[in-house]
C-alpha cells in the first residue's frame, strides 16, 4: 500500500512520452487534465442517477489515477457512490476509494456504514468484498471497527470471508501495530481452519504479524503438512516456507551423523550419489551406511513434511518448486536432496527472470552438493542467445561442477565460449578457467598455457583478463615458469589496458631472481614511459623498482632513484606517497634507519597464493530462494533461518489430541467423504491418503468442515453429528463408561446451579464425548462450583499454551481442566482445592464482597500450559475475583500448578514479562519447588490496565521457560461497587449519548427468573446488583479496576421474553464487549 | 506490498531484481515492457516474479496482445483485473477463468453491445468460482458442440558443434488442450508409452496420486485453453536430431572479403517433411554486409544489428536448401576471430519425436459424447549450431 504514490510517481513520469495516445480514449480523461473546471463536469456525472454517465466518470476518474494525476478534490462526489448497485461503478469506487482514504480521513468515514452493512449481508460475497474494503481504508479511526470485523469475519459461516478475514489482519496490522495481540488471537483461530482456502492467507497473516510465535503452530502442523497439496500455489509457497523454519527449530539435523563424512566431501558426495540411486526416500539407507555410529531417527512429523511437499516439485509455479527446493535444501537428509535437482533444472527453461533466480541458487547449492547436479551438467551449457546476465551465472554453476572427471568436457565448452561475441562473458570465462585451473591440480598446466595462448588474442580485454588470471595462478608455482614471464615481459610493448600491465609489472618485480636479466630491461622501459601511465601502474612500477634495488641494486640503482624522483612530482598524492615511503625504506638514510635494514623482508615477503573461489561461496548462510540470498544482503524483514537445535524440543506438542483419535482410521474407510476434516488424525494413519483430492468428495467434506468451525452454534450442531455417528457405531467401554459420568456429572451440575439445565442440554454431546474426562475432574468441578456451562462458551480461546486445536476446543467446551489422558491423582485435586478455599479464606476478610451477590466466581478454570507443552506442568488459571491485596487495580488471578512428571520442578517463578503499554504484573513469590503428583496455587496480580490485551510473561522452572499469555474477559476488568437506586439513576443520568449502549434481545424461556437472570448476568461480569422496586428491572453496577469508571448495566425484561440490555460506562470499549458477552449469555 | 506497473525500457539486459534504499524493484520484461513490483519486505523472489508473469499472461487473454498503445487504452480494465488479482500485495484470484467471470475481457462485439444496452465489462453475477473446490473451472458451463482437444508439442533443444555432432540435446514437451465441454466432464488420458516422461509438471487440475500409481491424468478440465502438462523426456532415450546444417564461414585475412555458406538437411525425420524453417545468425561486428542468394525463401541481414536470417519454408529433400554469397568486411580490420552460431527454427506436424502416443482419452460424469482430437508436433525450442 504504501509503496503507492512510489510507482505512481514513475507511472506519471513513463506516461510523458505516451501522452498524445491519451487524447484518443474517451476513457482516459487526457481532455481533461490541463482544465480542472472540468473536474465540476465529472462531479455533475457523478451525481446523476444515471449508471452510465456515472460509470463513464468513474473510468475518467481511474484513467486520472493511473497517469499520476491528482484526483483527491473529487473524494465527496464519488464517495457518495459506494453504495450504487452498479457493480462497475462501485468496483471503482472501491478502487478510488483505497486509493484516496489516507488523505481525506474524513470524508472516508461516510463510506463506512455502507461496509458495515455490507458486512452483515447473506451473501458471503458481499460480506468478504465488504470486508476487504474496509481493511483496504487507512485510516486509524476505524481501527477498532475493523478489529470486530475481522473478529466476526474470522468465524463466519463461509471459509471464503474467513479467507478475506485473514487478508485483513496484515492490513490492520500495518495500520496500528498496537492491536498485534488481538490479531495474533483471530490468527491462532484462523491457524485452527481446516478449509485449504484459509491456510495459505492466515499463514501469510502469521508470517507478517507474529513469525516468531512458532508455537502457534505446534498444534496446526501436521495439518498444514496434509493440506499442503490442496492449498492454492500462492499460498503453498508461503506454508512451505514458513515450515522450512519451523523444522528448523523443531527437528534435529538429519545430516549430523554424516558431520564425519563432511570432512572429506569428495567421499561424502559420492556416498550420496549411491544412496540417489537406491531411490530417494529410504531412511534406512543413510543407516545402514552408518552403522558404527548411533542411528538417528527422523521425527516422523519431519518425515511427513519431506514427504508431503515431494509432490510439489511437480508444481507448474516455479516459485512452489522454488519453495520446495529450499526446503530440502535446508531439511532434507543429503541422500534426499538429489531429487530436487531434476526440477531446479527443468525451471531453466522457464522466462529468463527465473532461471536468473534459479542459476543463482543452484550456483549457491552446487557449491555444497556438487554431486547433486552433475548428471545435469550439460543443461548448464551456454547458449549464444542467452543474456549476458544468464551466461555469466551458467558459468558459475559449471565451474563449480567441474571435477578431475568433467574437466575435459567443461574446458571444452570453454574454449568455443570464448570465441563468443560477448566480451564480458569471456571475460568471465576466462576468470572460470582460472578458477578450475586452481580447484583441479591436474589441468593446471593445460589452463596456464590455454591462457598464455589467449595472450596473442587480438581482443585487448581477452589479453588483460588472462594475463590477470595467469598472475594469480603463477604465484601458486613461479619456480616453473620463468618462460611465462618472460613472454609476459615482452607483452609490455603492446598490452595497454591499465590492470593487466601493473599485473604484468608485480609478477616480474616479485619473481625478479627468475628472470633476472629481463626484470632491469622491464624496469627502463617503464621509467622512459612513467609519466604516460594510469595510476595503477605507476605504483607497480615503484614498486617493481623498490624490489629490483633489493636484489639487484648494481644494475638499478640509477632506475630506482630516476622513477622515485618522477613520482615524487606526480600529481597524484598517492603517487608521491608511495614514492616517498619507499626511499625511506630502500635506501639508507643517515641514522641507519632499522627499517632499511628489514626492507628485503618488507618487500619479498613470500606471499601466499590467492584463493580463486565463488563469490557464491558464503552465499548459503541465507534462505535459498530468498530476496536476501539473491542481493546477498540482508533485506528488510527478513527471517535468519535458525540452526538446528542440539536436542530435539518435545514432539509431542505437535499431538493433537482427539479423543475420537483411535477411531478415525475407522471412520476414514467408512466415510470417505469426511477425509479432509480429520486430516490430522490422517497425519497418522495415512497422511499420503490426502493428497488424493477426489473433487467430488471434497465439496462435501468442504462444506463440512466449513460448518464445522464456523460460529458456536455450528459447533455444537456438529458436535451433536459427531456424537450420532459415536453411538451409532457403538463405543468402547471405556468412553461409555465417561459418558456415564458425564451424565452423571450433569445431573450434580444441574442440582448445584438450578436451572441452567435446559441452557446447557445443548452441550450435552460435547460433554459426555469428550472421552478423556474423569470422574475426578467430576468431582473437582462440584468443589469448585463452576459457571454455567455457557457461559464458558464464549469465553475467548485463552492462552498460546492451547494453540486452538479445534477438536479440543470443539469437543471439550465444557470442560476447563486440560484433556488429559492419564487420570489426575486424587491427592493432588484435593489439595489444589483446598488450598484455593484456604486462600479465599484469608483474603475474604478484606474483601467486601458479599457471596450473596456475586456467588460465583469469575471464570473457571483456563489452561495457561497444558500438561504436554509444559512437559508434565499444568497450569490453570482462574479470575478469583477479590482484590488483590497488593494493588487495588489489579485483578487477581489464581494460577493453579499440578506436576504430573515424574521428577519434580523446581524454581517455578515469573521470567520477564513482554507486555503492552499499561499493563503491569505483581509476580506470585517463586515457588521453590513442585514435587512429581503434586500441585500448588499461587495468586499474582494483573493490572490489564482496562482491556483485554492478553498478558504475556515466561513462566520459568529451572530448566525451562513456558511463553504464556493471560486474557481477561471484559467481565473481570471491573469490581462490584453498592449503590442505592437513586444513586444508580443519577449516575445513568449523566452517562448518556455516546457512552449509552443498548441491544434488544430475546430471552429464552429457561432464562426468564429472577434467579438465573442474575447468576448469568454476574457471572460474566463481576458486578454488583442494586435494589431496584420493578420486578422485571434488573440494575448491576461496577467500577473498572484501572480507572475506577462506572460501568452500569440495565436489563429490562417484559414478561414476554422481550428484554433490553442497557450499558452505560465511559469506557465505551468495554461497555461494547461487556454487552456482547452479557447478550450471548443470557441467550444461549 | 507489491504492485505490477508498466514502464519504459532501456537496456534488456536488466537485472530481474534491483535493490533501491527502502524499496526492491522486481521486474519481468516481455513484449517489449517491463512490468515492475515494488516490494518492501523480503519475499521470495520466484513469488514475485511468477506473479508478474501471470498478470502480463492474463493481460495476453484479455487483449490479444499485451502491448504499450493496448495497455493503455484498457487502463482502467487494467485495475479492475490488477485489484482481483492482489489483495494487499498478497495473490488472490490469479486463475484466468474465474477472472473472467468477474471481469469480462473487452472485445469489439462487446464494446458494441454495451454502448447499445447500457451493460458493463464487469460480470453483474458474483463469482462462484472461487467458491468451488474446483477453482479452475466455471460452473454452468453449455456448449451445443462438445469438444476436447489435446495438442502434444514437443520442441528439441540442442546444441551442435562444428564437425555436426550433438553436443547436448534434450525434448521438452507439453500437451496444451482446448476443452469445450458441458458441465463437469471428467476425463482420464493415458499413453501407450507413459515411461518416457521423466519429469512432468502438472496443472493443478491433475490428480497427483492418480499419476503415481497408475500413470494416467486424471483432472476436471479448465474451460476453454490451458496447458495440462509439461514434460521432459527423458535423457537416456537418444535424442534423434531431424535437421543438420552444412556451414562454411570463413573470413581471410587479406582481404575484406570473406565466404558464406550455409545448407539444410533433412536427417531422421521419420518420412514427415519438415516445414517452417528458418535460420537466423548473429555475425561478428566486422562484417558490413553480405550478399547472398538462397536457392529458396528470402533472407534478410540488417547491418545495423548484424543479425542475418533466412526463412527457407519447407525442405524439399530431393533438391536441399542452400544459402551462398560474400560477406564485406570492415576494411583494414583485423579478421573477426569469433564465429557466429546458427539459431534454426523449424516445424514438423503429426510427430512427435520421443514417440510418446496418447492411448485413449475417456471423458466420465457427463452423458454426453464428446468430440475428440490429439495433435502432434515437433519444433525446435533452442536450437543452435556452432561454427
Given at each position: 500500500m504504501s509503496a503507492a504514490p512510489a510507482y505512481s510517481d514513475d507511472k506519471g513520469g513513463s506516461a510523458g512520452p505516451g501522452e498524445p495516445e491519451y487524447g484518443h480514449d474517451p476513457a482516459s480523461g487526457g481532455i481533461f487534465s490541463s482544465d480542472y473546471k472540468r473536474h465540476d463536469d465529472l462531479k455533475e456525472m457523478l451525481d446523476t442517477n444515471k449508471d452510465s454517465l456515472k460509470l463513464e466518470a468513474m473510468k475518467r476518474i481511474v484513467a486520472m489515477i493511473a497517469r499520476g494525476k491528482n484526483a483527491s478534490d473529487l473524494f465527496p462526489a464519488v464517495v457518495k457512490n459506494v453504495a450504487c448497485k452498479n457493480i462497475e461503478v462501485k468496483k471503482l469506487v472501491y478502487v478510488y476509494l483505497v486509493r484516496y482514504a489516507e488523505e481525506q480521513q474524513d470524508l472516508a468515514l461516510l463510506s463506512i456504514s455502507t461496509f458495515q452493512r455490507g458486512l452483515k449481508d447473506p451473501n458471503q460475497l458481499i460480506r468478504a468484498s465488504a470486508l476487504r474494503v474496509l481493511s483496504s481504508i487507512r485510516v486509524p479511526i476505524i481501527v477498532p471497527i475493523m478489529m470486530l470485523a475481522i473478529k466476526e469475519a474470522a468465524s463466519d459461516m463461509s471459509p471464503y470471508v474467513r479467507k478475506t478475514a485473514a487478508h485483513a489482519?496484515?492490513?490492520?496490522?500495518?495500520?496500528?501495530?498496537?492491536?498485534?495481540?488481538?490479531?495474533?488471537?483471530?490468527?491462532?483461530?484462523?491457524?485452527?481452519?481446516?478449509?485449504?482456502?484459509?491456510?495459505?492467507?492466515?499463514?501469510?497473516?502469521?508470517?507478517?504479524v507474529c513469525p516468531e510465535r512458532i508455537d502457534l503452530i505446534h498444534k496446526n502442523y501436521r495439518k498444514l503438512c496434509n493440506l499442503l497439496i490442496d492449498v492454492e500455489e500462492w499460498g503453498q509457497v508461503v506454508i512451505i516456507s514458513m515450515l522450512t523454519r519451523y523444522a528448523r527449530t523443531q527437528f534435529l539435523s538429519p545430516t549430523q551423523n554424516e558431520s564425519l563424512l563432511e570432512e572429506n566431501p569428495e567421499k561424502a558426495f559420492y556416498g550420496s550419489e549411491e544412496d540417489e540411486a537406491k531411490g530417494p526416500g529410504s531412511e534406512e539407507a543413510t543407516a545402514t551406511a552408518l552403522p558404527a555410529r548411533k542411528p538417528y531417527v527422523m521425527d516422523p512429523d519431519h518425515r511427513l513434511l519431506l514427504r508431503n511437499t515431494k509432490p510439489l516439485l511437480q508444481s507448474r509455479s516455479a516459485a512452489v518448486v522454488m519453495a520446495v527446493a529450499q526446503l530440502y535444501f535446508h531439511l532434507a537428509p543429503k541422500a534426499e536432496v538429489g531429487v530436487i535437482a531434476k526440477a531446479l533444472v527443468r525451471l531453466l527453461r522457464s522466462h529468463s527472470e527465473v532461471q536468473y533466480v534459479v542459476l543463482q541458487n543452484v550456483a549457491t547449492m552446487s557449491i555444497k552438493r556438487r554431486g547433486m547436479f552433475e548428471p545435469y551438467l550439460k543443461s548448464f551449457y551456454i547458449r549464444s542467445t542467452d543474456p549476458t546476465q544468464i551466461k555469466i551465472l551458467k558459468l558459475e554453476v559449471l565451474t563449480n561442477l567441474a571435477n578431475e572427471t568433467n574437466i575435459p568436457t567443461v574446458l571444452r565448452e570453454f574454449q568455443t565460449y570464448i570465441r563468443s561475441m560477448d566480451k564480458d562473458f569471456v571475460a568471465a570465462t576466462i576468470q572460470a578457467i582460472g578458477r578450475c585451473a586452481t580447484n583441479i591440480g591436474r589441468v593446471r598446466d593445460t589452463c596456464l598455457n590455454g591462457l598464455v595462448q589467449l595472450l596473442s588474442n587480438r581482443d585487448e580485454l581477452v589479453v588483460a583478463e588472462s594475463v590477470v588470471v595467469i598472475k594469480k595462478l603463477l604465484q601458486m608455482q613461479p619456480a616453473q615458469h620463468g618462460e611465462i614471464i618472460k613472454h609476459l615481459a615482452k607483452l609490455t610493448d603492446n598490452i595497454q589496458v591499465p590492470m593487466a600491465r601493473a599485473s604484468i609489472l608485480w609478477l616480474i618485480g616479485e619473481y625478479c631472481e627468475h628472470v633476472p636479466r629481463i626484470a632491469p630491461d622491464v624496469l627502463r622501459k617503464m621509467a622512459k614511459s612513467f609519466t604516460a601511465e594510469e595510476d595503477i601502474v605507476k605504483l607497480q612500477v615503484i614498486n617493481l623498482a623498490a624490489k629490483l634495488y633489493l636484489t639487484n641494486s648494481k644494475q638499478t640503482k640509477l632506475l630506482t632513484q630516476y622513477v622515485l624522483s618522477l613520482a615524487k612530482y606526480d600529481q597524484n598524492y598517492d603517487i608521491r606517497d608511495r614514492a616517498r615511503f619507499t626511499r625511506q625504506l630502500i635506501v639508507p638514510s643517515e641514522q641507519g634507519?632499522?627499517?632499511?635494514?628489514?626492507?628485503?623482508?618488507?618487500?619479498?615477503?613470500?606471499?601466499?597464493?590467492?584463493?580463486?573461489?565463488?563469490?557464491?561461496?558464503?552465499?548459503?548462510?541465507?534462505?535459498?530462494?530468498?530476496?536476501?540470498?539473491?542481493?546477498?544482503?540482508?533485506?528488510?524483514?527478513?527471517?535468519?533461518?535458525?540452526?538446528?537445535?542440539?536436542?530435539?524440543?518435545?514432539?509431542?506438542?505437535?499431538?493433537?489430541?482427539?479423543?475420537?483419535?483411535?477411531?478415525?482410521?475407522?471412520?476414514?474407510?467408512?466415510?470417505?467423504?469426511?477425509?479432509?476434516?480429520?486430516?490430522?488424525?490422517?497425519?497418522?494413519?495415512?497422511?499420503?491418503?490426502?493428497?488424493?483430492?477426489?473433487?467430488?468428495?471434497?465439496?462435501?467434506?468442504?462444506?463440512?468442515?466449513?460448518?464445522?468451525?464456523?460460529?458456536?452454534?455450528?459447533?455444537?450442531?456438529?458436535?451433536?453429528?459427531?456424537?450420532?455417528?459415536?453411538?451409532?457405531?457403538?463405543?468402547?467401554?471405556?468412553?461409555?463408561?465417561?459418558?456415564?459420568?458425564?451424565?452423571?456429572?450433569?445431573?450434580?451440575?444441574?442440582?448445584?446451579?438450578?436451572?441452567?439445565?435446559?441452557?446447557?442440554?445443548?452441550?450435552?454431546?460435547?460433554?459426555?464425548?469428550?472421552?478423556?474426562?474423569?470422574?475426578?475432574?467430576?468431582?473437582?468441578?462440584?468443589?469448585?462450583?463452576?459457571?454455567?456451562?455457557?457461559?464458558?462458551?464464549?469465553?475467548?480461546?485463552?492462552?498460546?499454551?492451547?494453540?486452538?486445536?479445534?477438536?479440543?476446543?470443539?469437543?471439550?467446551?465444557?470442560?476447563?481442566?486440560?484433556?488429559?489422558?492419564?487420570?489426575?491423582?486424587?491427592?493432588?485435586?484435593?489439595?489444589?482445592?483446598?488450598?484455593?478455599?484456604?486462600?479465599?479464606?484469608?483474603?475474604?476478610?478484606?474483601?467486601?464482597?458479599?457471596?450473596?451477590?456475586?456467588?460465583?466466581?469469575?471464570?473457571?478454570?483456563?489452561?495457561?500450559?497444558?500438561?504436554?507443552?509444559?512437559?508434565?506442568?499444568?497450569?490453570?488459571?482462574?479470575?478469583?475475583?477479590?482484590?488483590?491485596?497488593?494493588?487495588?487495580?489489579?485483578?487477581?488471578?489464581?494460577?493453579?500448578?499440578?506436576?504430573?512428571?515424574?521428577?519434580?520442578?523446581?524454581?517455578?517463578?515469573?521470567?520477564?514479562?513482554?507486555?503492552?503499554?499499561?499493563?503491569?504484573?505483581?509476580?506470585?513469590?517463586?515457588?521453590?519447588?513442585?514435587?512429581?503428583?503434586?500441585?500448588?496455587?499461587?495468586?499474582?496480580?494483573?493490572?490489564?490496565?482496562?482491556?483485554?490485551?492478553?498478558?504475556?510473561?515466561?513462566?520459568?522452572?529451572?530448566?525451562?521457560?513456558?511463553?504464556?499469555?493471560?486474557?481477561?474477559?471484559?467481565?473481570?476488568?471491573?469490581?462490584?461497587?453498592?449503590?442505592?437506586?437513586?444513586?444508580?439513576?443519577?449516575?445513568?443520568?449523566?452517562?448518556?449519548?455516546?457512552?449509552?449502549?443498548?441491544?434488544?434481545?430475546?430471552?429464552?424461556?429457561?432464562?426468564?427468573?429472577?434467579?438465573?437472570?442474575?447468576?448469568?448476568?454476574?457471572?460474566?461480569?463481576?458486578?454488583?446488583?442494586?435494589?431496584?422496586?420493578?420486578?422485571?428491572?434488573?440494575?448491576?453496577?461496577?467500577?473498572?479496576?484501572?480507572?475506577?469508571?462506572?460501568?452500569?448495566?440495565?436489563?429490562?425484561?417484559?414478561?414476554?421474553?422481550?428484554?433490553?440490555?442497557?450499558?452505560?460506562?465511559?469506557?465505551?470499549?468495554?461497555?461494547?464487549?461487556?454487552?456482547?458477552?452479557?447478550?450471548?449469555?443470557?441467550?444461549? | 506490498m507489491l504492485r505490477g506497473e508498466e514502464r519504459a525500457t532501456e537496456a534488456e539486459n536488466v537485472p530481474p531484481v534491483i535493490p533501491t534504499p527502502h524499496h526492491y524493484l522486481l521486474s519481468v520484461y516481455r513484449h517489449k515492457i517491463f512490468f515492475v513490483a515494488v516490494v518492501q519486505t523480503e519475499v521470495p523472489p520466484l513469488f514475485v516474479i511468477e506473479f508478474l508473469h501471470r498478470v502480463v499472461d492474463t493481460f495476453q487473454d484479455y487483449f490479444g496482445v499485451c502491448s504499450e498503445p493496448v495497455i493503455k487504452d484498457n487502463v482502467v480494465v487494467v485495475y479492475e483485473v490488477l485489484e482481483e488479482m492482489l489483495d494487499n500485495g498478497f495473490p488472490?484470484?490469479?486463475?484466468?477463468?474465474?477472472?473472467?467471470?468477474?471481469?469480462?475481457?473487452?472485445?469489439?462485439?462487446?464494446?458494441?453491445?454495451?454502448?447499445?444496452?447500457?451493460?458493463?465489462?464487469?460480470?453483474?453475477?458474483?463469482?462462484?468460482?472461487?467458491?468451488?473446490?474446483v477453482p479452475w473451472r466455471r460452473t454452468g458451463v453449455k456448449y451445443t458442440n462438445n469438444e476436447a482437444y489435446f495438442d502434444v508439442i514437443e520442441e528439441i533443444d540442442a546444441i551442435i558443434?562444428?564437425?555436426?555432432?550433438?553436443?547436448?540435446?534434450?525434448?521438452?514437451?507439453?500437451?496444451?488442450?482446448?476443452?469445450?465441454?458441458?458441465?463437469?466432464?471428467?476425463?482420464?488420458?493415458?499413453?501407450?508409452?507413459?515411461?518416457?516422461?521423466?519429469?512432468?509438471?502438472?496443472?493443478?487440475?491433475?490428480?497427483?496420486?492418480?499419476?503415481?500409481?497408475?500413470?494416467?491424468?486424471?483432472?476436471?478440465?479448465?474451460?476453454?485453453?490451458?496447458?495440462?502438462?509439461?514434460?521432459?523426456?527423458?535423457?537416456?532415450?537418444?535424442?534423434?536430431?531431424?535437421?543438420?546444417?552444412?556451414?562454411?564461414?570463413?573470413?581471410?585475412?587479406?582481404?575484406s572479403l570473406g565466404r558464406f555458406e550455409i545448407t539444410v538437411g533433412p536427417k531422421q525425420t521419420m518420412g514427415k517433411t519438415i516445414e517452417g524453417v528458418t535460420v537466423t545468425s548473429q555475425m561478428p561486428k566486422g562484417v558490413l554486409n553480405m550478399s547472398l542468394t538462397p536457392s529458396q525463401g528470402t533472407h534478410t541481414f540488417d547491418p545495423v544489428t548484424k543479425m542475418l536470417s533466412w526463412d527457407v519454408g519447407k525442405i524439399n529433400p530431393q533438391k536441399l536448401p542452400s544459402l551462398k554469397g560474400t560477406m564485406s568486411l570492415q576494411a583494414g580490420a583485423s579478421k573477426p576471430d569469433e564465429n557466429p552460431t546458427i539459431n534454426l527454427q523449424f516445424k514438423i506436424q503429426q510427430l512427435a519425436i520421443s514417440g510418446l502416443k496418447v492411448n485413449r482419452l475417456d471423458m466420465y460424469g457427463e452423458k454426453y459424447k464428446p468430440f475428440k482430437g490429439i495433435k502432434y508436433m515437433t519444433k525446435a525450442g533452442k536450437f543452435q549450431v556452432r561454427t
Open positions: 489482519i496484515p492490513k490492520l496490522y500495518s495500520l496500528d501495530s498496537d492491536q498485534k495481540d488481538q490479531l495474533i488471537e483471530v490468527i491462532e483461530k484462523l491457524l485452527a481452519d481446516k478449509t485449504t482456502l484459509v491456510a495459505g492467507s492466515v499463514v501469510m497473516a502469521f508470517e507478517e634507519g632499522a627499517l632499511s635494514r628489514h626492507a628485503k623482508k618488507l618487500f619479498l615477503a613470500p606471499k601466499p597464493a590467492p584463493v580463486l573461489e565463488s563469490s557464491f561461496k558464503d552465499r548459503d548462510h541465507f534462505q535459498l530462494g530468498s530476496l536476501s540470498h539473491l542481493l546477498n544482503a540482508k533485506a528488510t524483514g527478513y527471517q535468519e533461518l535458525p540452526d538446528w537445535p542440539e536436542e530435539a524440543p518435545d514432539p509431542s506438542v505437535r499431538n493433537v489430541e482427539v479423543p475420537e483419535w483411535t477411531k478415525c482410521s475407522n471412520r476414514e474407510k467408512r466415510k470417505e467423504k469426511e477425509k479432509p476434516f480429520y486430516s490430522d488424525s490422517e497425519g497418522e494413519s495415512g497422511p499420503t491418503e490426502s493428497a488424493d483430492s477426489d473433487p467430488g468428495s471434497e465439496s462435501e467434506s468442504d462444506s463440512k468442515s466449513s460448518s464445522e468451525s464456523g460460529s458456536g452454534e455450528s459447533n455444537s450442531e456438529s458436535d451433536n453429528e459427531d456424537q450420532e455417528d459415536d453411538e451409532e457405531k457403538g463405543r468402547s467401554s471405556e468412553s461409555e463408561q465417561s459418558e456415564e459420568e458425564g451424565k452423571k456429572k450433569m445431573k450434580k451440575r444441574k442440582k448445584v446451579s438450578e436451572g441452567q439445565g435446559e441452557g446447557t442440554s445443548s452441550d450435552e454431546g460435547s460433554d459426555s464425548s469428550s472421552s478423556s474426562s474423569e470422574s475426578e475432574m467430576t468431582s473437582e468441578t462440584e468443589e469448585e462450583q463452576v459457571e454455567p456451562a455457557s457461559w464458558r462458551k464464549k469465553t475467548p480461546p485463552s492462552s498460546k499454551s492451547a494453540p486452538a486445536a479445534k477438536e479440543i476446543s470443539l469437543l471439550d467446551l465444557e470442560d476447563f481442566t486440560p484433556p488429559s489422558v492419564q487420570p489426575v491423582s486424587p491427592p493432588m485435586v484435593v489439595s489444589t482445592s483446598l488450598a484455593t478455599d484456604l486462600e479465599g479464606l484469608t483474603l475474604t476478610d478484606s474483601s467486601l464482597v458479599p457471596s450473596l451477590l456475586s456467588p460465583v466466581l469469575g471464570v473457571g478454570r483456563q489452561e495457561l500450559l497444558h500438561r504436554v507443552a509444559g512437559e508434565g506442568l499444568a497450569v490453570d488459571y482462574t479470575f478469583s475475583r477479590q482484590p488483590f491485596s497488593g494493588d487495588p487495580h489489579m485483578v487477581s488471578v489464581h494460577i493453579h500448578f499440578s506436576n504430573s512428571s515424574d521428577t519434580p520442578i523446581k524454581g517455578l517463578h515469573v521470567g520477564t514479562p513482554k507486555l503492552p503499554a499499561g499493563i503491569s504484573i505483581q509476580e506470585f513469590p517463586e515457588i521453590e519447588s513442585l514435587a512429581p503428583g503434586e500441585s500448588a496455587t499461587a495468586i499474582m496480580g494483573i493490572n490489564f490496565c482496562d482491556s483485554t490485551q492478553a498478558a504475556n510473561f515466561q513462566l520459568c522452572t529451572q530448566t525451562r521457560q513456558f511463553y504464556v499469555s493471560i486474557q481477561p474477559p471484559v467481565g473481570e476488568l471491573m469490581a462490584p461497587v453498592f449503590m442505592s437506586e437513586n444513586e444508580f439513576k443519577k449516575e445513568q443520568g449523566k452517562l448518556t449519548g455516546m457512552n449509552e449502549i443498548t441491544e434488544k434481545l430475546t430471552l429464552p424461556d429457561t432464562c426468564r427468573s429472577d434467579h438465573v437472570v442474575v447468576q448469568k448476568v454476574t457471572a460474566t461480569a463481576n458486578l454488583g446488583r442494586v435494589p431496584c422496586g420493578t420486578s422485571d428491572e434488573y440494575r448491576f453496577a461496577g467500577r473498572t479496576l484501572t480507572s475506577g469508571s462506572l460501568v452500569l448495566l440495565t436489563l429490562d425484561a417484559q414478561p414476554t421474553g422481550a428484554a433490553q440490555l442497557t450499558v452505560n460506562s465511559e469506557k465505551m470499549v468495554i461497555g461494547t464487549m461487556l454487552v456482547k458477552d452479557v447478550v450471548q449469555a443470557l441467550t444461549q | 488472490l484470484a490469479t486463475e484466468s477463468n474465474i477472472l473472467k467471470e468477474l471481469i469480462k475481457p473487452p472485445t469489439i462485439l462487446r464494446t458494441v453491445v454495451n454502448t447499445i444496452t447500457g451493460s458493463t465489462n464487469v460480470g453483474d453475477q458474483l463469482p462462484t468460482g472461487q467458491l468451488s473446490v558443434d562444428k564437425s555436426g555432432s550433438t553436443i547436448t540435446a534434450e525434448i521438452q514437451g507439453v500437451i496444451d488442450a482446448c476443452v469445450k465441454l458441458t458441465g463437469m466432464p471428467d476425463l482420464t488420458l493415458s499413453f501407450m508409452n507413459p515411461r518416457l516422461l521423466d519429469d512432468v509438471s502438472f496443472h493443478p487440475c491433475v490428480r497427483f496420486k492418480r499419476w503415481e500409481s497408475e500413470r494416467i491424468l486424471s483432472f476436471i478440465p479448465p474451460d476453454g485453453n490451458f496447458r495440462l502438462l509439461s514434460y521432459h523426456v527423458s535423457a537416456q532415450n537418444l535424442v534423434a536430431i531431424p535437421v543438420y546444417v552444412k556451414h562454411s564461414i570463413s573470413f581471410r585475412d587479406s582481404s
